[in-house]
């Protein structure tokens, strides 16, 4: 069983359904996971999504903030959600498909502005939001598993457009690459992307402070695809589609893909 997944923080899925729906008809992902769909479930337009071919859903949602779905051309039943942190956030949710692979969705806190838990509490719940994914995987090993999502972390150099002067940046600073580390170790998960297209510069998000985020370039790699390692070697075909920055009324996130055989 071959199948194509893809992972895009879309910023309110409501108010970007035609781009969701546009994407789902170009590039026609078997799985798609949606994060920060700022919708409750039974408000997530599901006609079109349905109509396209994307007859299973697993989600949960929440009202104006956060949110997670994962949509599946391939039949898929819900296999858990956490609430890392304990923080009352829809941020997990996870879908089994019928080959017996667990697909987890993330979307994990962006942190605020202030690298500094002691004066600012979301860079504390981003930090033990961290932790808690760590400690769960300790403590049951994931197994063919896939674990996908707007991880608001860029780890690497080369995964934003200036290692040094993004340090000090939420998003890019050395404990939470820290934490980074101590999740991807604690369930021995592969970073896909990277394994495919392991040198140089890449981005899935581009600010929308920038008038022209295309020309400027300053952007970073926060959305991941990672894989246990039974299946890392059935991934390839990594890719971020980084036209769909550009489309109408776009997030501020692209969407990343990878193809699985298995």
């Known amino acids: 069983m071959s199948f194509t997944l893809a992972t895009w923080n879309i910023n309110s899925v409501r108010l970007r359904e035609g781009i969701v729906a546009k994407l789902m008809q170009e590039e026609a992902p078997d799985v798609l996971c949606l994060q920060e769909c700022k ?12 109509a396209l071919g994307y007859t299973h859903m697993v989600a949960r949602g929440q009202k104006g903030y956060n ?9 898929m039943v819900e296999a858990g959600a956490e609430d890392f942190a304990n923080v009352g956030h829809a941020r997990h949710v996870a879908g089994r498909l019928e080959n017996g692979v667990t697909i987890h969705n993330h979307y994990v806190p962006a942190g605020g ?21 760590r400690d ?3 403590a049951d090993r994931p197994e063919k598993s896939i674990l996908v999502g707007d991880l608001n972390i860029a780890p690497r150099e080369d995964d934003v457009w200036d290692h040094k002067k993004l340090l000090k940046v939420v998003s890019h600073t050395p404990i939470e690459v820290e934490h980074f580390g101590q999740v991807m170790e604690a369930g ?3 970073d896909v992307t990277r394994a495919d297209i392991p040198d140089g ?25 990672w894989a246990t390692p039974d299946i890392k ?11 769909a920055r550009g489309w109408e009324k776009p997030s501020d996130h692209a969407p990343v893909f990878a193809t699985f055989d298995l």
């Open 39 to 50: 919708s409750p479930v039974d408000k997530i337009p599901l006609g079109q999504f349905q």
């Open 67 to 75: 949110g997670v779905a994962i949509f599946s051309k391939i039949p």
């Open 113 to 133: 502005d202030v690298a500094d838990r002691t004066v600012n509490e979301k860079f504390g719940q981003k930090l033990d939001y961290l932790t808690d994914m």
């Open 136 to 138: 769960a995987f300790h």
């Open 188 to 190: 021995s998960w592969s």
């Open 201 to 225: 510069l890449l981005y899935s998000w581009w600010s929308y402070r920038a008038k022209d985020w295309d020309a400027a370039d300053k952007g970073r790699r926060l959305d991941h695809i």
């Open 233 to 243: 070697n059935a991934a390839h075909g990594s890719r971020v589609l980084r036209d």
